[in-house]
């Protein structure tokens, strides 16, 4: 938002005060200035001009030369405009100054005025068109000024550009600083400064505005407050001068002098205001509802149709929709030359509302900025006064007697206690109460004595983000000034757990990337249907920024989905992803805070394309057998050495997972995403995810590893092949063949499994690669013997496995 110091000038005297000042004051009371410029200092060397004689350059047919009187001297000037003329009043850039703008550069660059001969004839500065100024499209002309223009006059007192203007960010909940009013507030506890009293000064003629117009308000729910006032007999033209600078001074369109004055009133106050041609409003009656069934679509200001659904709240007529509250009005109803009368609209409706349909239309407006965030709802009769005073002014007309207000009631300051103890214990301050007192009463927040050590506040309703005693407290420590509390205090705190938790979970995101994976962050905020699609019970917001941030995360899966088809739609196809984040889960669990737990949780993604075609070889996509791989790889970094994989089938976002134990403590799943969860997210390429306890997995972790020497004695490798039932897992059986080895076993590995021809129906043949050694000796036969009679008893036993074919090695 931008704001003037011009402006602000008019609410609170500045005059003794920097720039600089102003910025660093507003940024450490938390509004934040992110740039400021002084406007004049780009017109140095600029003038206005009186153009005395004009002749045609004698070698060129263009090109004209000029006499251009400039109050100290007259200058000779060559000027290529065709409408320029004697007796303009004209810009003049000198010779020295640098024009902003170069429209004859494709980049536009500013360039310095130097004396040039144009065609023989020398030219001692320069005529310039609002495209060279930087103030406006037209490059085909010369500015001319108005006639009473005051020669040798600096062009940017006489443009009104002698101004600074403060480019500032603000936070959603100080929406009472969308304004310059608001912002003057603020200045004006910061410098101890009194705000300059102002008073609005109009006359009421005629028949009282009842009698003018109705207003019907519907939707209380959505529209608390609705106020209009009626002007008869205006003339819609141009702006007055010091009306239209203001506006674009600030990066608004001039449009004329009534929606001008809407526009300066919202950012003087922060109250946005509509003006409707009355003679365009069926039966002058404006009514605010939702729309009806048959009300699909309408035609906003900007000449584009909109797509409007039941829920949202319009402005209308007898007839028709004229507006959509709180976004924007309607060609229908807008104000234009022929106009003579107008209804103005000072409204406050419901933010959840306005940021709905703003977002849901992709319209987003000054006015929906503002509503989307709060407006005070005892702001709109102000508004209305101040408005009708500038209408008045430069558009002339009748003002009818009185305002139209239709309110679900009084709107009421909200009381607080404030205990003192409380404010110095929360700040390390010792504030007396008069002190705090006077801080929270020069933003305006009138305090009352209960007691010594107790104040009672009146929040105003422009404070909507003040709830409780500390809001008022974090208001006492802003104003006074942070850098104002001593720091004088010590404590005794240890990190060291923390930080090597941290440098960790930095070593772990270091060794993904190394293992070609890319680290994503998504949003923690999800619609509540993503976030039950892992867990039923999940944490709601209470008061969510839109329906797609409703609720919190339950899993990294939705947002590891919404990002595999963000790079699909780019053409990405082959990914290795990772992301370290946080999940919220709702728990009865006595050790969490309240009834919440968050939880770290690390996942893996892999999607397409594991090894690329190549001459020797097929194209490999990504399998689940990957992801194992990934995971063990994973489990090996950490130097854990213990794990098994169970299968799990019941985990309804996969088609075919795994459970994860390491120590026999569960730490995660791992699977392929099941089609109907793709189909939620668009992805139409197999999906294989794992996510893992990422607390646990650190607890577990070792710190040192592990080194064992060289084998004294060889190994003995052979392979052994066994019948089992299909559904017996291959796990269960490595499990029995590592016991029946005892302490000779040193490796085994899966090099096969089949069924089919020569295998029984109902069964398969699960081939196994056995290592077995010892420390002491070297094996003979009889050792392997030995093992191959034990094992083939002990799946025997435990599996009715029968030993299909041997093989030593």
């Not at 990772?578 to 996942?603: A, C, H, K, N, W």
């Not at 590995?749 to 699960?766: N, R, T």
């Not at 081939?767 to 050694?773: D, I, K, R």
Request: with cysteine; hydrophobic share 40%.
């Amino acid at each position: 938002m931008k704001i003037s110091r011009k402006w602000l000038q008019q609410l609170v005297d500045l005059t003794d005060i920097s720039d600089e000042d102003i910025a660093y004051r507003l940024t450490m009371l938390g509004i934040e200035v992110e740039s400021y410029e002084n406007l004049s200092g780009k017109y140095d060397g600029f003038v206005v001009g009186a153009v005395l004689e004009v002749e045609k350059h004698p070698n060129a047919d263009k090109l004209s030369l000029c006499k251009v009187d400039i109050g100290r001297e007259v200058k000779s000037i060559i000027c290529g405009a065709p409408n320029v003329a004697a007796g303009q009043k004209v810009p003049v850039g000198l010779v020295g100054a640098i024009v902003p703008h170069n429209q004859h550069d494709p980049e536009g660059k500013p360039f310095e005025l130097t004396r040039a001969k144009i065609r023989g004839i020398e030219s001692e500065g320069m005529i310039c068109s609002e495209s060279e100024l930087g103030l406006g499209e037209d490059k085909s002309r010369i500015m001319v000024f108005e006639a009473d223009a005051a020669t040798g006059t600096p062009l940017a007192p006489y443009l009104g550009l002698d101004d600074t203007v403060f480019d500032i960010s603000l936070t959603p909940n100080r929406p009472d600083c969308l304004s310059h009013a608001g912002i003057a507030r603020e200045l004006s506890a910061a410098f101890s400064r009194k705000l300059a009293p102002r008073r609005i000064r109009f006359r009421e003629e005629g028949a009282p505005v009842g009698e003018s117009a109705k207003v019907e308000v519907s939707a209380p729910d959505l529209c608390p407050r609705y106020s209009a006032r009626v002007i008869r007999g205006i003339k819609v033209g141009p702006s007055p001068k010091w009306l239209k600078e203001s506006v674009e001074r600030i990066g608004m369109r001039s449009i004329n002098n009534v929606v001008d004055a809407t526009n300066y009133v919202m950012m003087e106050l922060g109250q946005p205001l509509h003006a409707f041609d009355l003679k365009l409003v069926a039966g002058h009656k404006v009514i605010v509802r939702r729309p009806q069934s048959e009300e699909t679509k309408f035609t906003t200001l900007d000449g584009k149709e909109r797509n409007i659904s039941p829920d949202m709240l319009m402005i209308c007529d007898k007839e028709k929709i004229v507006a959509i509250a709180g976004v924007m009005g309607g060609m229908n109803s807008e104000i234009n030359d022929e106009t003579t009368d107008v209804l103005i609209e000072s409204a406050n409706f419901s933010a959840s509302s306005v940021r709905k349909t703003s977002k849901e239309l992709g319209l987003s407006t000054e006015a929906s900025y503002r509503f989307e965030r709060g407006v005070d709802p005892n702001l709109t009769v102000h508004a209305l006064d101040r408005v009708a005073e500038i209408i008045c002014d430069t558009a002339g007309g009748t003002l009818a007697p009185g305002i139209i207000d239709v309110a679900v009631g009084k709107f009421l300051p909200r009381r607080i206690e404030l205990h003192v103890d409380h404010v110095n214990r929360l700040l390390g301050t010792r504030l007396a109460s008069g002190e705090i007192k006077r801080v929270l009463e020069s933003i305006e927040i009138p305090c009352g004595k209960k007691s010594e050590t107790v104040l009672t506040c009146a929040v105003p309703t422009f404070r909507g983000d003040i709830e409780r005693d500390v809001d008022l407290i974090e208001e006492v420590g802003r104003v006074y000034g942070y850098e104002n509390i001593a720091d004088s205090f010590q404590t005794k705190l240890s990190f060291d757990t923390r930080f090597q938790e941290e440098g960790a979970i930095y070593d772990l995101r270091e060794f993904l990337a190394g293992a070609g994976f890319n680290e994503i962050v998504t949003n923690s905020l999800q619609p509540a249907d993503l976030a039950g699609l892992h867990e039923s019970a999940y944490v709601t917001l209470a008061n969510p920024i839109s329906e797609d941030m409703a609720a919190m995360r339950t899993s990294l899966l939705p947002g590891a989905l919404q990002s595999v088809g963000l790079n699909l739609s780019h053409g990405l196809k082959d990914m290795k992803l990772f992301e370290i984040g946080r999940v919220y889960r709702v728990t009865d669990d006595q050790q969490t805070v309240g009834t919440f737990l968050e939880s770290d949780r690390i996942s893996i993604v892999l999607s397409g394309t594991a090894d690329p075609m190549s001459y020797d070889r097929k194209e490999a996509k990504f399998d689940i057998f990957d992801l194992k791989a990934e995971v063990e790889r994973l489990l090996r970094y950490l130097n854990l050495d213990s794990w098994d994989f169970i299968s799990y089938d019941t985990a309804k976002e996969y088609e075919q997972s795994l459970k994860l134990f390491v120590n026999g403590m569960e730490l995660g799943l791992a699977g392929r995403v099941s089609e109907m969860t793709l189909k939620k997210f668009s992805v139409e390429q197999d999906v294989f995810f794992a996510e893992l306890d990422l607390s646990k997995l650190l607890a577990l972790r070792r710190r040192t590893r592990r080194f064992k020497g060289l084998p004294k004695f060889p190994f003995a490798s052979f392979d052994l092949s066994f019948i089992v039932e299909d559904k017996t897992p291959v796990a269960k059986l490595i499990d029995s063949l590592r016991s029946a080895a005892g302490e000779m076993f040193r490796d085994i590995s899966v090099f096969d499994i089949y069924s089919g021809e020569g295998i029984p129906a109902g069964k398969k043949s699960a081939a196994f690669s056995v290592a077995l050694g010892s420390e002491e000796r070297t094996l003979n036969d009889n050792d392997i013997a030995g093992f191959i009679e034990k094992a083939e008893k002990k799946l025997s036993e435990e599996f009715s496995a029968e030993l299909r074919k041997q093989k030593i090695v």
